[in-house]
């Protein structure tokens, strides 16, 4: 048998702990179990997860939209940054294995299976909204990833983890847990967007964008009080540095225009699909500010942030990438 063929892969490919005898497959009649509805918008029911935003069908759209949007800044067809075709070339007799942390739809996961077949990509999230029926080097499971990973230490050979950090409180104990499963030279990859929008000319966006700011405050303090986050997108490399269990830790920030300023025509593409994924987001929002310490307002915070959407030029979005290699 070839181990590196994904026709031969088991469910386990040995890279788990005995925990993974747990691993059963959610029947239909389960799902309704999974989610709650809140203010007419689909939540996860899991009670120790902090991540606020809807699962529904809404919100998927714009998840799925960004994916599609960090392939056309990224620029890489296997939609990544890193050495990722590096760490994944076929090597005879070896099978390169991928986890994903809060897949959600699934979409980077089955892209990248697309692009290295020969790798097994496992995708993990709280709420089975992905594909039942994915290729066959594609494992979708459920899990909280506060939780330890079932997967034996030193069995990975990529961690990705993007848009996690409103479910993630204690960023560094995620850290060493990635660092424990992860191979000698393993990958880490961490991709995030920055919670507070900017002026590509350097001005001050308290002054250009009040409303938009006034969203974003209110939406910090909402996420701190009622569910313990923190903006800690910046934070990630010193998290990875301080952890002494990685090293070549590089960055990037992308910055992503919102609207239609640009002249040149694919920017202002680009910016005009974040301007209506960030209406999404502004939406999405809403009942989550409802529950928060400025719930009277979030009606205001969110119709004076669309307005602005529209109607001021030079507001950017920042993406934050780093990865950094297991010592």
């Given at each position: 048998?070839?181990?590196?063929?994904?026709?031969?892969?088991?469910?386990?490919?040995?890279?788990?702990?005995?925990?993974?005898?747990?691993?059963?497959?959610?029947?239909?009649?389960?799902?309704?179990?999974?989610?709650?509805?809140?203010?007419?918008?689909l939540?996860?029911?899991?009670?120790?997860?902090?991540?606020?935003?809807?699962?529904?069908?809404?919100?998927?759209?714009?998840?799925?939209?960004?994916?599609?949007?960090?392939?056309?800044i990224?620029?890489?067809?296997?939609?990544?940054?890193?050495?990722?075709?590096e760490?994944?070339?076929?090597?005879?007799?070896?099978?390169?294995?991928?986890?994903?942390?809060?897949?959600?739809?699934?979409?980077?996961v089955?892209?990248?299976?697309?692009?290295?077949?020969?790798?097994?990509?496992?995708?993990?999230?709280?709420?089975?909204i992905?594909?039942?029926y994915?290729?066959?080097?594609?494992?979708?499971?459920?899990h909280?990833?506060?939780?330890?990973?079932?997967?034996?230490s030193?069995?990975i050979d990529?961690?990705?983890?993007?848009?996690?950090?409103?479910?993630?409180?204690?960023?560094?104990a995620?850290?060493?847990?990635?660092?424990?499963?992860?191979?000698?030279?393993?990958?880490?990859?961490?991709?995030?967007?920055?919670?507070?929008?900017?002026?590509?000319?350097?001005?001050?966006?308290?002054?250009?964008?009040?409303?938009?700011?006034?969203?974003?405050?209110?939406?910090?303090?909402?996420?701190?009080?009622?569910?313990?986050?923190?903006?800690?997108?910046?934070?990630?490399?010193?998290?990875?540095?301080?952890?002494?269990?990685?090293?070549?830790?590089?960055?990037?920030?992308?910055?992503?225009?919102?609207?239609?300023?640009?002249?040149?025509?694919?920017?202002?593409?680009?910016?005009?699909?974040?301007?209506?994924?960030?209406?999404?987001?502004?939406?999405?929002?809403?009942?989550?500010?409802?529950?928060?310490?400025?719930?009277?307002?979030?009606?205001?915070?969110?119709?004076?942030?669309?307005?602005?959407?529209?109607?001021?030029?030079?507001?950017?979005?920042?993406?934050?990438?780093?990865?950094?290699?297991?010592?």
């Amino acid at each position: 048998m070839d181990p590196t063929d994904p026709n031969n892969h088991t469910d386990d490919d040995d890279t788990s702990s005995e925990s993974s005898d747990d691993v059963v497959e959610v029947a239909p009649g389960d799902f309704p179990g999974y989610f709650q509805e809140r203010g007419g918008r689909l939540f996860h029911s899991h009670g120790h997860c902090p991540y606020p935003l809807p699962v529904d069908a809404e919100e998927q759209e714009r998840q799925n939209g960004l994916h599609g949007l960090l392939r056309r800044i990224v620029g890489d067809p296997w939609v990544t940054v890193g050495p990722m075709r590096e760490q994944l070339a076929a090597t005879p007799g070896e099978l390169r294995r991928v986890v994903d942390l809060g897949t959600g739809t699934g979409q980077w996961v089955l892209d990248m299976a697309r692009e290295f077949p020969q790798a097994r990509f496992y995708g993990l999230d709280i709420v089975p909204i992905a594909t039942r029926y994915p290729p066959v080097n594609v494992m979708f499971e459920m899990h909280d990833i506060l939780q330890p990973l079932r997967y034996a230490s030193g069995t990975i050979d990529v961690v990705h983890a993007r848009s996690i950090t409103m479910a993630v409180r204690n960023y560094p104990a995620l850290v060493q847990e990635a660092a424990r499963v992860l191979r000698r030279n393993g990958l880490f990859i961490s991709c995030e967007w920055a919670r507070y929008p900017r002026m590509e000319d350097g001005s001050d966006v308290r002054v250009r964008a009040p409303r938009a700011c006034a969203f974003f405050d209110a939406v910090r303090e909402t996420l701190r009080v009622r569910r313990g986050i923190e903006s800690i997108a910046m934070h990630i490399p010193q998290f990875l540095a301080e952890s002494r269990l990685f090293s070549h830790i590089e960055t990037r920030a992308y910055r992503v225009p919102i609207g239609d300023w640009p002249s040149e025509p694919n920017t202002k593409d680009i910016g005009r699909d974040m301007r209506e994924l960030m209406v999404l987001y502004a939406h999405s929002m809403h009942t989550v500010l409802s529950e928060g310490p400025r719930a009277r307002y979030a009606d205001s915070l969110v119709e004076g942030y669309i307005r602005e959407l529209w109607c001021v030029s030079g507001m950017v979005s920042t993406c934050l990438t780093v990865h950094a290699r297991r010592m």
